[in-house]
């Protein structure tokens, strides 16, 4: 996934909406480049099981470096359908390549609660920009 054709929350995770055959929308979170490299040295990740339902805006694991924690909000609501558990023990895929590999939880999601929040390519670049100043 090239990060000019995601969605990304204010709090730095990224989205990737795609249809699934039935019809339903499933939506693929990760954190933003940006993120990673302002966290830089990752230590820990705790993501949340299958079956868990996320609330957007809401909390559904962490991530830990050597210089913080910091909590990974859903962007959507839902219910997790997959977990991408092996980045758990290779959380240097994060860092080379965080929009494909380095993928966290993927939702089905229910409802558009949070979808209207998310800024696309050139909307979040701006915010980083002033997050940075």
Request: hydrophobic share 40%.
């Amino acid at each position: 996934m090239k990060p000019e054709n995601l969605l990304y929350a204010k709090t730095h995770e990224w989205v990737h909406i795609e249809t699934d055959a039935t019809g339903g929308r499933i939506a693929t979170v990760g954190l933003s480049e940006f993120a990673l490299q302002a966290l830089t040295d990752l230590v820990f990740i705790e993501l949340p099981g299958v079956g868990d339902g996320v609330e957007a805006g809401e909390t559904f694991g962490e991530i830990e470096s050597v210089k913080a924690v910091s909590a990974l909000y859903s962007p959507v609501t839902g219910e997790i359908v997959a977990v991408n558990d092996p980045v758990s023990d290779r959380l240097e895929t994060l860092g080379q390549d965080p929009y494909e590999e380095g993928w966290f939880i993927k939702i089905r999601i229910t409802g558009n609660k949070g979808l209207d929040q998310l800024l696309d390519f050139a909307a979040y670049q701006q915010f980083c920009e002033s997050e940075a100043h």
